[in-house]
């Protein structure tokens, strides 16, 4: 609580991104304790640890498993909190799968959901219910690797780029240290 809370704070045209002075405080070019590309990457939302490359497979997985007819029909097949996306149907099927009861399906909140968010917190900003993906990716302006934004690792630069050239970036940095 004693640090100045404005080396707490985001300010990119300073080059600190979140936690930027824990990560500074173990910035060390003698004895490094992570690569940079690791201790100065972004923050990534609990949903998006896993990344990108898993989220975009079980999207593209669910849209080959949920037929846009399946999807039409969904209000009738589940007339409480209904699926929006074929993703939302895809793990709503295995939920009722393995728990079929009324009270169940009660406990589990539904409506529209950006970067995990509640649908309250869609309704208090316009440009939220316009993307209704529930990856972090998906609020675009603050997160680096929004869908069509990446971090240049090759010059450790927050630049405007593709995540294709995020991965060829690491890989061009990979090899080489070898």
Same mark, same amino acid.
């Given at each position: 609580?004693?640090?100045?809370?404005?080396?707490?704070?985001?300010?990119?045209?300073?080059?600190?991104?979140?936690?930027?002075?824990?990560?500074?405080?173990?910035?060390?070019?003698?004895?490094?304790?992570?690569?940079?590309?690791?201790?100065?990457?972004?923050?990534?939302?609990?949903?998006?640890?896993?990344?990108?490359?898993?989220?975009?497979?079980?999207?593209?997985?669910?849209?080959?498993?949920?037929?846009?007819?399946?999807?039409?029909?969904?209000?009738?097949?589940?007339?409480?909190?209904?699926?929006?996306?074929?993703?939302?149907?895809?793990?709503?099927?295995?939920?009722?799968?393995?728990?079929?009861?009324?009270?169940?399906?009660?406990? &589990?909140?539904? #409506?529209?959901?950006?970067?995990? @968010?509640?649908? $309250?917190? *869609?309704?208090?900003? =316009? %440009?939220?219910?316009?993307?209704?993906?529930?990856?972090?990716?998906?609020?675009?302006?603050?997160?680096?690797?929004?869908?069509?934004?990446?971090?240049? &690792?090759?010059? #450790?630069?927050?630049?405007?780029? @593709?995540?294709? $050239?995020? *991965?060829?970036?690491? =890989? %061009?940095?990979?090899?080489?240290?070898?």
């Amino acid at each position: 609580m004693d640090i100045d809370p404005e080396w707490k704070m985001i300010r990119p045209d300073l080059g600190r991104i979140e936690k930027w002075i824990l990560r500074k405080a173990f910035d060390d070019d003698q004895k490094p304790y992570l690569p940079k590309h690791i201790l100065y990457r972004q923050k990534e939302q609990f949903s998006d640890g896993v990344g990108y490359s898993w989220i975009d497979g079980l999207k593209d997985h669910t849209n080959k498993e949920v037929t846009d007819a399946m999807l039409m029909h969904a209000s009738f097949v589940y007339p409480e909190n209904t699926p929006t996306t074929k993703e939302a149907y895809y793990y709503r099927a295995i939920f009722e799968k393995f728990f079929p009861k009324n009270a169940a399906r009660s406990t &589990v909140p539904g #409506g529209p959901s950006v970067a995990c @968010s509640t649908a $309250k917190a *869609v309704e208090w900003d =316009a %440009e939220w219910s316009k993307n209704p993906d529930p990856s972090g990716r998906a609020a675009l302006g603050i997160h680096a690797a929004a869908y069509e934004e990446a971090k240049d &690792v090759k010059n #450790g630069s927050f630049a405007i780029d @593709s995540p294709q $050239k995020l *991965v060829q970036g690491i =890989a %061009e940095k990979a090899a080489a240290v070898v």
